[in-house]
C-alpha cells in the first residue's frame, strides 16, 4: 500500500514562511513525479506546484510564482515546499500527491493517483 504522509503546516502571519514535507512509503514506491494541491474552503482544488524527476523541471501556478519553491528527492520519496511572504489567501489544506503510472506532470488533480491526508496551513492578517 502505497501511502503519503504531509507535515509542517501551520498557522503564520501574513509575509511570514511556512515549509510543507511530503514522504511516500509503500512497496515498490516510485514517481515520475509529484506535487502539491491545495483547497481552500468553499474553493475547488487548485494546482500549486509540482516537480518532474525525469526532467528536474518545476511547475507553479501564477498565484504562488516567485514566492514558493518546490524541492525534493526522488530516491528518498520525499518532496518539500518552501513558501515565503505567504499571503491570507494561501490559507487551505494543502496536498501532497504523486504520478507512479505516467511521467510527465498535470495541472488537474485528477490525473495524479496517489495522495495525501492533507495539512492545514493557515496565514492571517
Known amino acids: 500500500q502505497v501511502q503519503l504522509v504531509e507535515s509542517g503546516g501551520g498557522l503564520v502571519q501574513a509575509g511570514g514562511s511556512l515549509r510543507l514535507s511530503c514522504a511516500g512509503s509503500?512497496?515498490?514506491?516510485?514517481?515520475?513525479?509529484m506535487a502539491w494541491f491545495r483547497q481552500a474552503p468553499r474553493k475547488e482544488r487548485e494546482f500549486v506546484a509540482a516537480?518532474?524527476?525525469?526532467?528536474?523541471?518545476?511547475y507553479y501556478s501564477n498565484s504562488v510564482k516567485g514566492r514558493f519553491t518546490i524541492s525534493g528527492d526522488n530516491a528518498k520519496n520525499m518532496v518539500s515546499l518552501q513558501m515565503n511572504s505567504l499571503k491570507p489567501e494561501d490559507t487551505a489544506v494543502y496536498y501532497c500527491?504523486?504520478?507512479?503510472?505516467?511521467?510527465?506532470?498535470?495541472?488537474?488533480?485528477?490525473?495524479?493517483?496517489?495522495w495525501g491526508q492533507g495539512t492545514q496551513v493557515t496565514v492571517s492578517s
Open positions: 509503500g512497496r515498490a514506491f516510485s514517481t515520475y513525479s
Open positions: 500527491t504523486a504520478r507512479r503510472l505516467e511521467p510527465g506532470i498535470s495541472y488537474e488533480g485528477r490525473q495524479w493517483d496517489s
Open positions: 516537480i518532474s524527476w525525469n526532467s528536474g523541471n518545476t
